[in-house]
């Protein structure tokens, strides 16, 4: 009871409800944040911004579940990737400043590494199309957990140690946490000093953001800290933190009140010009001539409708977005202490409620101010979803997906703990039911086949092709069991055979399965796949490790 009292205190310290937000929307948005605004579990902190004005603030949950602190304005949270912009800000800065050019390449400041580094340029870096395998995969590919230490040395000499790229530099978009771990490493090369000095002396203290620092040293006291949380299956939480000291790709601690400062900067141009930002927004574009949404740090696109520059983050026990629809100037801020939340799809929830007059529906095909419309769901018999069924390989990001039927509802499967009901809005489209907005639509091939494509807020995303799984004898297995070295990883995998695919260890433990895709082809939707190689005899010689952010690494049989 006293636990519940003192929240309930905290938590009447911790709202702000100024006068341009109805109690209608206020109750709108509350109803968002329900299952988090308990004394018990951990939340987040949420900032609403519009025209300049923090119209709502407060906090949901709590900040630490071991003491009773609840969630405030002023909680200090890790942002994770929402960090990249202020990354990018100080190396727009070193720019405006002349002490850097975005056409510098990587080999002027690291000599180390290998030849490909000639041709990759800091504006590379900073759009994420340096083809730089990221080094959060390559440490699990290692075995490393998130609550292992490493230092900035092994990083390094983890990059450098990559002998090949995803992608020739500026052929191809792929997110890479290295490439911003390199720019915070550039930065402290140019100024002459770590990149937590510089953001300090020359973003924060003058912008006024006295709670905002990042974070390169895991003993530090921050004071109002909050605690991350990962829940269990138990329905409970354990305490999901890291004593990693990297910044760059992450690693600001920050509170929705200085959120909003900064968020003020991008219009008021007293510290940071609008040639700053014109520089930061300048989105990226590929060797064919293709722009992409991502600039610097910064993801513009747009959301029925209207324009947006947003990012969200993601680390251990905490989940971060700023969204910001810079012509309404209409910000959303949410940060997040648990490992479970999806604030994106709660901003874009938020943004609904407020610009539902000057959103537009997505099958509008101009920009007018059409109100937007939830969609209609119909109803479709059992045999018209069979058609659907069965499973479907996406080639760019090497996955499998399975669609199967379930008490008559369509299922999308990505694995064991993974899965999402797909409500019929159309004969071939499909609302999947998670936060975000998420359609899938069954496109129509030859011989009665469908390919699936997924499209986020209107836009596609990915699209996956049917295909058969490949299916081998507990002895056909045995060829590809054995010994692999990656040089690039130091690490060695074993293979043995289970059940229908094959058991991967990593350093003697056993990490996951792959299941078998096509001939000499294996598996696994958070893995990836590994592709068999064979001499011209037909023994095993290696194969290549496709894992998302980490493309076409070499293993070696042993």
Not at 97 to 120: H, S
Not at 374 to 403: D, M, Q, V
Not at 525 to 552: D, E
């Amino acid at each position: 009871m006293k636990a519940i009292q003192i929240f309930t205190l905290l938590f009447c310290w911790a709202t702000y409800a100024l006068g341009q937000i109805s109690t209608q929307e206020k109750t709108a948005v509350d109803r968002i944040f329900t299952q988090w605004n308990k004394p018990d579990v951990p939340g987040c902190g949420l900032g609403i911004i519009k025209e300049g004005k923090l119209i709502y603030a407060r906090g949901y949950g709590m900040a630490n579940l071991e003491y009773d602190i609840p969630n405030t304005t002023t909680s200090v949270f890790r942002i994770a990737s929402v960090s990249k912009q202020f990354t990018a800000a100080c190396i727009t800065l070193l720019a405006k400043q002349g002490k850097l050019k975005l056409n510098n390449t990587l080999d002027q400041f690291f000599p180390a590494f290998p030849a490909y580094a000639k041709k990759i340029t800091i504006r590379h870096l900073l759009n994420h199309t340096s083809g730089i395998r990221d080094y959060l995969l390559l440490a699990s590919l290692k075995g490393l957990e998130n609550d292992d230490y490493y230092t900035d040395e092994n990083l390094m000499q983890w990059l450098t140690s990559q002998k090949e790229l995803n992608f020739a530099p500026g052929a191809e978009y792929l997110y890479s946490n290295s490439g911003y771990w390199l720019l915070g490493q550039i930065v402290r090369k140019v100024a002459g000093m770590n990149m937590a000095k510089f953001a300090k002396k020359e973003i924060f203290e003058p912008l006024g953001m006295q709670n905002t620092h990042f974070h390169n040293d895991h003993k530090q006291i921050v004071k109002k800290r909050a605690t991350g949380y990962m829940p269990t299956r138990k329905g409970d939480y354990r305490i999901s933190m890291t004593t990693l000291n990297m910044i760059g790709d992450g690693g600001i601690f920050t509170t929705i009140e200085d959120i909003k400062k900064w968020d003020d900067a991008f219009y008021k141009h007293q510290v940071l010009d609008q040639e700053f930002w014109r520089m930061m927004t300048k989105q990226g574009v590929l060797n064919n001539g293709k722009e992409i949404t991502y600039a610097s740090g910064l993801v513009v696109d747009s959301y029925k409708g209207l324009k947006t520059v947003r990012h969200g983050g993601a680390f251990v026990g905490f989940r971060s977005e700023l969204l910001r629809f810079p012509k309404p100037r209409f910000s959303v801020v949410i940060l997040t202490n648990r490992g479970d939340a999806n604030p994106t799809g709660m901003a874009f929830q938020i943004a609904d409620i407020f610009l539902k007059d000057q959103l537009t529906s997505q099958s509008s095909p101009n920009r007018e101010n059409k109100p937007t419309k939830a969609p209609k769901f119909i109803r479709l018999k059992k045999k018209a979803l069979e058609k659907f069924t069965g499973f479907y390989w996406n080639e760019p990001r090497s996955y499998s997906r399975k669609i199967y039927i379930k008490n008559d509802t369509l299922r999308y499967f990505r694995s064991a703990n993974s899965e999402s009901s797909l409500v019929p809005i159309g004969k071939n489209q499909f609302k999947m039911l998670v936060q975000s907005d998420v359609v899938v639509r069954f496109d129509p091939q030859k011989g009665g086949k469908y390919n699936v494509v997924v499209l986020v807020n209107g836009r596609e995303i990915a699209t996956s092709k049917p295909y058969t799984p490949k299916t081998y004898s507990a002895q056909a297995l045995k060829k590809f069991a054995g010994n692999y070295y990656s040089s690039e990883l130091d690490v060695r995998y074993q293979l043995k055979v289970k059940d229908k695919g094959l058991a991967v260890f990593i350093n003697g433990l056993e990490a996951l399965s792959v299941n078998p895709i096509k001939e000499s082809f294996f598996s696994d939707p958070r893995f990836g796949s590994i592709v068999f190689q064979t001499t011209q005899n037909g023994s095993i010689k290696g194969f290549r490790l496709n894992s998302g952010r980490a493309k076409n690494m070499w293993f070696v049989r042993e």
